[in-house]
Each structure stands twice: as structure tokens, then as C-alpha cells.
């Protein structure tokens, strides 16, 4: 059933106002009744994180691996000690969860299953990768397995040198690599080597342990575990356009963090959130983490002009110097230390009005989960329209134009002049902490009145996000030194383009998602 309210206990109403004045009075006139078993489609952490991973991509935490081993040759670097401990450490690894994976060899121009009708214990399997005679084959079509990989859109694990070979038998030099790299990174996941050394007889060479994943890292952390107490005979590249961590710390002073309900606002020296009013129950209707997302969900009980107005009265003189009020949203710290792919320069933040385009998403998301069914009954195509998505089809079962967020969705509002970013702050503990311990915080526009200029019809459903501003790619020599040999530089060619075509500037450092209950 379907429920288009915005129904949380304490912001209900005041949402229906809100989005109301935003022009869309039909939808929630037509939906007051709508209570009971219908969808619900406010703005809960739930949907509020659906929304959040719309353009992520994330993969399903149920799907299997997909773990690919080149059989053609790269079985010779093996016969180093240290590299022989971290390839079984892998393999014991994943054979050791075989059911968690698809495992493949790659030779002879095939990608062919390994955990199949052939191979059945994994004892087996792991002696099949630790075999020379069977690893002494040809022309692992390592392309392929790349366009594989992107299709399929699941973590994985590629344990190749690189080395593809055209159809004359020749090495490629062209970069193969470079598109399938690309695409795996514009939708948000990163790639990460293990790099180890190996000779070919006089022919100096590497041997690539990549590791494809999203920003979970559950697949990563496999690998690691599978790497713990080995000789630490690799070194490591992430291949990335959000190489960081960002993460929120108990504000000392400032009340922020203070508890696990309490947010990252202003809070003064009782600990109460007298600024904005932020609820902090613990409950759907306060604040709440979005779960393994770089993302904040809270609720104002105070409109923006008393925020403003009680922002000004927490600086007066006869408050403590360090429990004046200073930031809106504050003690978050960044660790842009990693430099392999970019070196982050600057930072910026951006507001926008979601509160139309978040509810088409949830419209057309409850259509898509609840698809008109067709069915032959005499000879006659009928067609059944489940409740739960009536309003969202034709009788021909056709979704009706208006709510295909595909075609219309993204088209969001910004708004100017509310909210700043701390300059001084970041660059300042930047500075300081050399990348590891940069602070970020957003203020209050100081030229913000508490009127949303040219946007009198608000919806109350706000996303601030700290986005970058500036990112410079790394294309020092360590591309060379881990990606190239002599005779071979498409890899590292590849890793430069990707570098050059996917620069993180204005992608999403952090977001605080704001319900406004007034």
C-alpha cells in the first residue's frame, strides 16, 4: 500500500506545510488519507539513505565475489619465498570462504569457473592455483576479465601481471585498461594494488594482487586479513577519487558528538543544542548516522530565522569565550594524507533544496518495486496494478511520464547564502597536521538574515554537502616505478588516464541531510 505522507512523529505536519508550499499541494492533498498500510515515503533514515546511495552504486552486501587468477605464467613470480607467503595467504583466504566466491583461471583466451562441476573441494582448487603444470599456460585475456568485472558490478579480486597479448601474439602497449578503470570509479568505488617484484629471467616485473570494491571495503578487508602476519614483500596504490576517511569526534567544549544521539551543531555549556533545536532522542525523528555512509540526518525545531537570531545571542560577550557559538555544523576531521591518486587542495560546500526531487525518487522507487503484472487469461492480456503503485501507472501498465525519476530526476534547487565553509579552519589544521587531522566545519553565511532569498517556497528538506573544491592528480613517478617495466607501459599509461579523466573536483566530501520542523 502506498502512503505518500511524511508521517514522523514530530515533523509530519510540518513537512505536508512545507512541501506544500512548494507546489506540490495535489500530491499531498490527495494523500492525507493515506495512512495505514501504505508505502511510507518520508524523509525516515531509511529512505534518507536510499536516497544517499542512488548514485553510488553500492553493491549488494549479499552478492558473491568474483576472485580471477591468470594462469598464464605469472605462476614464476611464486617461486620467491616472500611472494610464494603472500599469494598462499591470499588463496588460503579465499578458498577458505569459497562460498562467498566465484573463483575463475584465466588462459588460453578463456575465463573458465573453477568452483564448478570439475572442482569441488576446495583443498582441490587450492592445489590448482598452486600448481606450476597447471599454471603454465597461455594468453589470459585479462581485457575480457576487465569488461567482466564493470558488467557484472561486483567486488572482486584480479591476480594478473597485465600482460595482454593481441591477436598477432604481440604484448599490447596500447592502454587497454584505462576505460574499465574509468567506469569503475565514476560510480563511486576505488581500486587498490598490492604490487610485487618479480623476474622473468633477465626482465624485471610486476605482479598485481587488484583488489575492485566499493566504499564499504568489505572485500578489501578479506584481502588484508588474507595479507596479516605475511612478509610485507608488496607495496599498496589506491586508485581512487575519494581516498579518505572523514570522521566525526566528540566535540570537547562544543557539546558536538557528545553522546551516541548527539550531532555535530552547536551546543552550549549545558549540553543543550539551543541554536537550532536539534532533536537528539534517538529515535527516526532526531539526529541518526546514515549506516556505512559519510552522511548525517537531522531535524530542526527551530526555522531559519530564529537560528540566526539564536546563533547571534550564543556571541555575546557574557558567554565563556569557548562556548560562543561558531559553526553550524563543526567538529568533523578528514585524513587526505593518502596522496597516491590526488592531493586534495581545497573544499567548498553547497546547499540545495531536495525536497521534490527526494519525494519523485521515493514515488518512482515504490513504482519500481511494485511493477504492474501481466498475465494471459484466455487468450486475453490482463493486467493487474499492485495498490501499492496505482497512482504511479496507466491502465496499459505504463509508467506515467510524470514520475520517471530517470528522465526528470536531479533537478534540485541550490541555495545561495545560507551557509559558508570554514576556510581558515581547514587550511589552518591542514597545515598543521600535514593532511592527516584537517578540520572541517560549515558556518552560517554572516550576510544570512534567516530568509532563503528567491526561494520563499521552501520545502524543508535541505542537503548541505562538503564537496571539493580543488584536487591536483598525482602523476609522479611512482606510476612508472609500479606500473611500467621496460618494454610494457600500457598499465601505467592507463593509471595516468584515469588520474587526468576522473578528477574528484566537486564530488561529495560529507553531507548533513536537515528536516526542518517549522
Not at 59 to 71: G, H, P
Not at 332 to 340: E, K, R, T
Amino acid at each position: 500500500m502506498l502512503n505518500k505522507s511524511i508521517n514522523l512523529s514530530k515533523i509530519g505536519f510540518s513537512l505536508m506545510i512545507s512541501f506544500a508550499s512548494a507546489g506540490i499541494v495535489e500530491c499531498l492533498s490527495s494523500c492525507t488519507t493515506c495512512f495505514g498500510d501504505k508505502v511510507d515515503i518520508s524523509p525516515n533514515p531509511q529512505n534518507i539513505q536510499a536516497y544517499y546511495e542512488k548514485d553510488s552504486q553500492r553493491m549488494s552486501s549479499e552478492s558473491k565475489w568474483a576472485a580471477y587468477f591468470d594462469f598464464s605464467g605469472v605462476y614464476i613470480a611464486y617461486e620467491d619465498p616472500t611472494t610464494a607467503q603472500t599469494f598462499n595467504g591470499i588463496t588460503q583466504k579465499v578458498t577458505g570462504s569459497l562460498n562467498n566466491y566465484d573463483l575463475y583461471s584465466l588462459a588460453n583466451e578463456k575465463i573458465e569457473k573453477l568452483n564448478g562441476e570439475d572442482l569441488h573441494s576446495a583443498a582441490n582448487i587450492f592445489a590448482q592455483l598452486h600448481n606450476p603444470s597447471a599454471q603454465g599456460q597461455l594468453y589470459a585475456p585479462i581485457e575480457k576479465t576487465l569488461e567482466k568485472i564493470v558488467k557484472e558490478n561486483r567486488s572482486a579480486l584480479l591476480v594478473t601481471d597485465f600482460e595482454e597479448y593481441t591477436p598477432g601474439h604481440q604484448i599490447y602497449q596500447q592502454a587497454y585498461s584505462t576505460p574499465y578503470f574509468e567506469e569503475w570509479l565514476k560510480r563511486g568505488k576505488d581500486i587498490t594494488f598490492f604490487v610485487t617484484d618479480y623476474k622473468e629471467g633477465s626482465l624485471d616485473k610486476h605482479l598485481y594482487y587488484t583488489v575492485f570494491d566499493d566504499e564499504n571495503h568489505r572485500l578489501l578487508k578479506e584481502i588484508e586479513d588474507g595479507l596479516q602476519g605475511k612478509a610485507q614483500n608488496y607495496r599498496r596504490f589506491s586508485l581512487s577519487m575519494h581516498n579518505y576517511s572523514v570522521m566525526p569526534k566528540k566535540g570537547g567544549t562544543s557539546g558536538a558528538y557528545a553522546g551516541p544521539c548527539i550531532g555535530g551543531t552547536y551546543h552550549d555549556e549545558n549540553g543543550d543544542d539551543v541554536v537550532t533545536g536539534s532533536i537528539e532522542d534517538g529515535k527516526d525523528d532526531g539526529f541518526n548516522y546514515l549506516q556505512g555512509s559519510r552522511a548525517e540526518l537531522y531535524t530542526f525545531d527551530e526555522n531559519w530565522q530564529a537560528i540566526v537570531e539564536n546563533s547571534r545571542g550564543q556571541q555575546e560577550e557574557e558567554i565563556p569565550l569557548q562556548y560562543r557559538f561558531r559553526h553550524l555544523f563543526q567538529n568533523l576531521f578528514a585524513d587526505f594524507s593518502n596522496i597516491d591518486s590526488y592531493k586534495i587542495k581545497g573544499l567548498t560546500v553547497k546547499m540545495t533544496d531536495i525536497g521534490k526531487d527526494f519525494e519523485l525518487f521515493m514515488n518512482w522507487r515504490t513504482a519500481m518495486h511494485y511493477k504492474p503484472i501481466t498475465t494471459i487469461v484466455e487468450g486475453e492480456k490482463e493486467i493487474a496494478i499492485p495498490s501499492e503503485s496505482s497512482d504511479f501507472y496507466d491502465e496499459q501498465g505504463n509508467l506515467l511520464p510524470q514520475y520517471d525519476y530517470e528522465k526528470l530526476g536531479g533537478k534540485i534547487d541550490e541555495i545561495q547564502g545560507v551557509v559558508a565553509f570554514d576556510q581558515n579552519l581547514f587550511t589552518h589544521s591542514f597545515d598543521k597536521t600535514k593532511g592527516h587531522e584537517a578540520e572541517l566545519a560549515v558556518d552560517l553565511n554572516p550576510q544570512f538574515g534567516g530568509v532563503i532569498a528567491g526561494n520563499e517556497e521552501t520545502s524543508g528538506l535541505y542537503r548541505v554537502d562538503i564537496v571539493v573544491a580543488e584536487a591536483i592528480p598525482n602523476l609522479g613517478t611512482q606510476i612508472d616505478s609500479l606500473f611500467s617495466w621496460p618494454g610494457n607501459n600500457c598499465l601505467s599509461s592507463a593509471i595516468r588516464n584515469v588520474l587526468q579523466h576522473c578528477n574528484p573536483q566537486g564530488s561529495c566530501v560529507y553531507s548533513y541531510f536537515i528536516r526542518m520542523n517549522q
